[in-house]
């Protein structure tokens, strides 16, 4: 996924949390380098993962880690290392 896709998904999550206006913030955030893509892209995945946990659909969470590949391109090892490792700490 790209850049500027990730930074509108984030985005769109920060205002349905909060209800700002989060663009803004975001760009400044990546120009100083307070936020990298990865860290961004990591959020994004286990909140995805979470969300499908929620819905108890069995045929998306079956499908969920070549459904995260695919989204954020990279491979479903990664993707299962990256849901893993956070789950690992709840």
Not at 51 to 61: C, S
């Amino acid at each position: 996924m790209q850049n500027s896709k990730m930074k509108i998904e984030l985005s769109e999550k920060i205002e349905n949390i909060h209800g700002l206006k989060s663009k803004d913030v975001l760009d400044v955030l990546f120009k100083e380098n307070m936020l990298s893509v990865s860290s961004v892209r990591n959020y994004l995945i286990r909140s995805y993962f979470n969300e499908a946990l929620k819905k108890k659909n069995t045929e998306l969470i079956k499908n969920i880690f070549l459904d995260i590949s695919e989204k954020y391109e990279i491979s479903v090892r990664q993707a299962q290392r990256i849901v893993y490792d956070y789950m690992k700490t709840k």
